[in-house]
């Protein structure tokens, strides 16, 4: 990501292969951008301006999540799991994902919650209205099928 030609490389294989940038999503850690971060800025930018989405992993695990998500062009937020792995037990950890998913509403990128190993866990996120979660929950007790139609139903969980 910090190499000045990552972008340029990443967009040539696509080509060659005949996959469009748009079918990928890249997803970084801070200690990604830590680095070089004016080359990530504009690695960033020319992924995203080809149509590729870029997401912000483990958000809310750094020490500066906020400055990136205000710094850098991302198309979405992972939020860690350590946040949804007590959202059934943790008012706290509960109150941090609502406000989580309000401001990437309003900063208009997607969400997804990392860490959902149960149904009462999934179905918070549903009523916070996180659009997409990944989990152990999800493909052990639905099979790829459900998960897929879910997938694309109203509640976008999957």
Known sequence: MTRPDFASDVLALLARHGVSPARICLELTEGALVAEPAIARRTMQQLADNGMSVVLDDFGAGFSSL????????????????????????????AIVRAIVRMAESLDLSVVAEGVEDEATLELLREMGAGQAQGYYLPSRWGWRRCWRVRWSVARVC
């Not at 991302?74 to 059934?88: A, M, P, R, V, Y």
Request: aromatic share 14%; proline share 0%; net charge positive.
């Open 67 to 94: 400055s990136y998500v205000h710094q850098y062009r991302f198309s979405g937020l992972k939020i860690d799991k350590s946040f949804i792995l007590e959202l059934t037990t943790s008012s706290r950890s509960r």
